[in-house]
Nanobody
Framework: QVQLVESGGGLVQAGGSLRLSCAAS????????MGWFRQAPGKERDIVAS????????HIADSLKGRFTISRDNAKSTVYLQMNSLKPEDTAVYYC????????????????????WGQGTQVTVSS
């Protein structure tokens, strides 16, 4: 069973950048497709980005393309979410999630596809 711990959240002004990290333990990260989700107050949790186990495939939510980037370093058992040109509407709790996959070229986009979740990290963007 893999454990996930997010870090890197905080308070940033609009236009600024943050890089979130998700550190995994308890399993070989290359065996997991990874995703970032976010949940704003009063709203549902939505997919932000996903990346395949081997890092060869990735997806960013359409509304975030051009500003957000997902990457991973399996040797460091860490997945990253680089967020640039942040806007107040990006304010949310950001969650890292993992799905065990038999093959490295798998992406997952839905909450129910992910088996393991981190505790979340708060990102607040001030105007």
């Amino acid at each position: 069973q893999v454990q996930l711990v997010e870090s890197g959240g905080g308070l940033v002004q609009a236009g600024g950048s943050l890089r979130l990290s998700c550190a995994a333990s308890g399993g070989a990260l290359s065996s997991y497709a990874m995703g970032w989700f976010r949940q704003a107050p009063g709203k549902e949790r939505d997919i932000v980005a996903s990346i395949s186990g081997n890092g060869g495939l990735s997806h960013i939510a359409d509304s975030l393309k051009g500003r957000f980037t997902i990457s991973r370093d399996n040797a460091k058992s860490t997945v990253y979410l680089q967020m640039n040109s942040l806007k107040p509407e990006d304010t949310a709790v950001y969650y890292c999630a993992a799905r065990r996959t038999p093959a490295g070229w798998v992406l997952a986009f839905r909450e129910y596809e992910y088996e393991y979740w981190g505790q979340g990290t708060q990102v607040t963007v001030s105007s």
